[in-house]
């Protein structure tokens, strides 16, 4: 069986309101606030960072959620045993998020300078 390829992001809103309204109906509102944290903490950051990767949108989309729970728990686990675990994810999400930023934004300029 192949899976189709996700290649617009208007889909992936959607796709991504459809599991938050689920969330919501069968958890409550606390379940669709955790599916939301996990779209916007986990996924997000690793997302940005896997951007810019040869990888079809559903590669990257899924990578991004099992990498994303690896690397975001490390971080925030680890600073949490010198800091708040409140102020640790913050600074988790701020580190990951700020990565994948410049990392799109070095890209932007190196493939600019090179078409010059």
């Given at each position: ?57 559903d590669e990257k ?56």
């Amino acid at each position: 069986m192949k899976i189709p390829k996700i290649e617009n992001s208007g889909f992936i809103g959607v796709i991504a309101l459809v599991i938050l309204s689920f969330s919501y109906f069968v958890l409550g509102f606390s379940g669709m606030m955790t599916a939301l944290g996990v779209i916007l903490l986990i996924m997000l950051p690793l997302y940005l960072i896997l951007n810019k990767l040869n990888l079809e949108q559903d590669e990257k989309i899924i990578f991004s959620f099992f990498a994303g729970i690896g690397i975001f728990s490390s971080i925030t686990y680890w600073l949490a045993r010198l800091i708040s675990f409140r102020i640790s994810i913050l600074i988790a999400f701020i580190v990951l998020t700020v990565t994948g930023v410049l990392i799109n934004l070095i890209n932007k300029k190196t493939s600019a300078h090179n078409d010059a």
